[in-house]
C-alpha cells in the first residue's frame, strides 16, 4: 500500500485553512475536529482528485457543503483517495 501525500506548499495549505474555517462557520456541529477536515481535504486534493482550492472557497453555499460533506464521506483514511463515484463540483 503506497503512503498518503501530505506535502503541500503554503499557498494551498492557506487555501484549506481557510476552507475549514468558512465549513466551521456554516456548519460547526458538523465537524468533529478541524484537523481531520483539513487533512479530508488536503488528502484528496494531493492524492487523486485535485482541487480548485480557490473556487470551493469561493463557491456558492450548496456547492460547498455538496463538496465538503461529500469528502468527508467518500476520502479514504488508508490511500487518501476518493471513494464509490464521488466528484467534487470544484475539482480540476
Not at 60 to 73: L, P, T
Amino acid at each position: 500500500m503506497s503512503k498518503i501525500n501530505w506535502t503541500t506548499n503554503k499557498e494551498y495549505g492557506a487555501l484549506i485553512q481557510k476552507i475549514v474555517n468558512r465549513f466551521l462557520e456554516l456548519y460547526p456541529e458538523d465537524v468533529d475536529d478541524r484537523v481531520s477536515l483539513a487533512m479530508d481535504i488536503t488528502a484528496c486534493h494531493l492524492n487523486g482528485t485535485s482541487l480548485d482550492l480557490q473556487k470551493l472557497l469561493d463557491a456558492e453555499e450548496g456547492n460547498f457543503a455538496h463538496d465538503v460533506f461529500g469528502i468527508m464521506s467518500h476520502i479514504s483514511r488508508e490511500s487518501g483517495r476518493i471513494t464509490r463515484g464521488f466528484l467534487p463540483r470544484c475539482s480540476c
